[in-house]
């Protein structure tokens, strides 16, 4: 059987409907598993439930973090907030980095990844790094705005067979504090860290731009999906 990925959910604006672009699922769907949007809800005995069936996830972009969950008080500068979602992500999370089950978290989700491990954030790159670059390229969702660095002997650099990569940039926080115990896989040429793994676990990859975006055109985007896929599969064969 094909494995089956789940995808955090996000919020439309009216908070009425569970959504997520379409891209993420094409992207799982184009590696061979069947994607699934997962429902918005902190009932843990439904996402238990959720989370047996699954054989990985990916954690998607979205809204900024819940400052109080890096011990910080929310500035001017952050964004709109989840907390429902924050609770429903970080607990499916703290499972699949305890059962190691695969997983593969971008742009929001990456730094959700971070913050799991005890990392920090930006609450606003431009505003709290200063020389950075522009990351929030908001209006070129699909455009190779600036490279990557790919760190030596890690797992995003075995997949990627890759030192550079070009990548988008879509998002307005970033990595502040390293979470303990994570491996920084890439940096941006500012140096701000776009790329973390756990290396104790089989296949946790965490990073800040957005593949499912580029997967349409890029190979090395298709890669990360590729590489989930292939680990998702070897755990539903154990």
Known sequence: ??????????????????VQNRDYADAVYRS???????????DRQALDGLFERLDGIVFTGGADLTPSLYGQEKKAVCGETE??????????LRRCIAEKKPMLAICR?????????????????ETERFGSLVHPCYDRPADQVHGVRVEPGTALRNIEGADELRVNSRHHQGV??????????????????????WPEHPFAIGIQWHPETLSTYAPEAQSLFNALIDAAGRRQGE
């Open 1 to 18: 059987m094909k494995p089956l990925i789940g995808l955090t959910p996000s919020v439309s604006d009216n908070k009425k409907q569970n």
């Open 32 to 42: 061979g598993a069947l994607p699934v949007i997962l429902p918005l809800t902190v």
């Open 83 to 92: 907390p429902l979602r924050d609770e429903m992500e970080m607990y499916l």
């Open 109 to 125: 989700g990456f730094e959700l990844l971070n913050v799991a491990f005890g990392g920090t954030l930006y609450q606003d790159i």
């Open 176 to 197: 502040c504090q390293v979470g303990g115990g994570l491996k920084v896989s890439a940096y941006a040429t500012d140096g701000l860290v776009e790329g973390l793994e």
